[in-house]
């Protein structure tokens, strides 16, 4: 036998050897699934331009201001190092490093709400103020504020929605600033009534993650500046 039919009889049989290696009627090795292509970041959203807000966070007092006046409080949550009695539901919340309460939204309709039985005079105290900032971006923003009183709990017939500083975007810190005087839905109905709970929805699609430095509910002065400019 020469050396050239040598090489081809050992090439046949190492290919008889490795088809007997299956067992009769095997099925045949899958294709290799296709690696799947990384997901595109969500491109971040560039900083709006806002006007110069009236209401401020003031350090010195530990009191929010409008148009540099303190104004009169009927609650005000800072939560250092506690969720002072908040709680939350399709979202996980602990107090943050150097103050503040971390929100991580984990599905849809995440919310935070108070303590309950808080029992504020709507008709005095009508406006409600959340410092803010968001750390990670949602799909969906939402930003309602819900109520609760002793004729009727949280019900979408009965909420607010910010006039400034809502939506920030990933890095920004604003206050939101609730006139529930003034109800999307509701009419009269807060200032008719006593407080007994609040609940925040911030984010309507899960992922967005937030810390909220404070929450108070204050007596908004009438001032033409705490209106959103037309």
Known sequence: MTVRSTCLFAAAACLIL??????????????????????PARPARPAPVRPAEPV?????????????????TAHLWRFDGSTEGFSAA???????KGGGLRVVEQAIDAIVRSPPNLAIEGERYNGVLVRVTREKEADKWDGSLFFATPTHGETADFFGKPLRGADPVAGETTIMVYDMANLRKGGGDWTASTITGLRLDLDDQPGGQFVIHQIAVVALPASATLRPPQ
């Open 90 to 96: 399709s979202a996980e919340i602990e107090p943050a």
């Open 18 to 39: 490795t088809a007997c290696d299956k067992p009769k009627g095997a099925p045949a090795d899958p294709p290799e699934a296709p690696t799947a292509a990384a997901e």
């Open 56 to 72: 401020k966070w003031d350090e010195s007092s530990g009191r929010f201001t409008v148009d540099g006046v303190v104004l009169k």
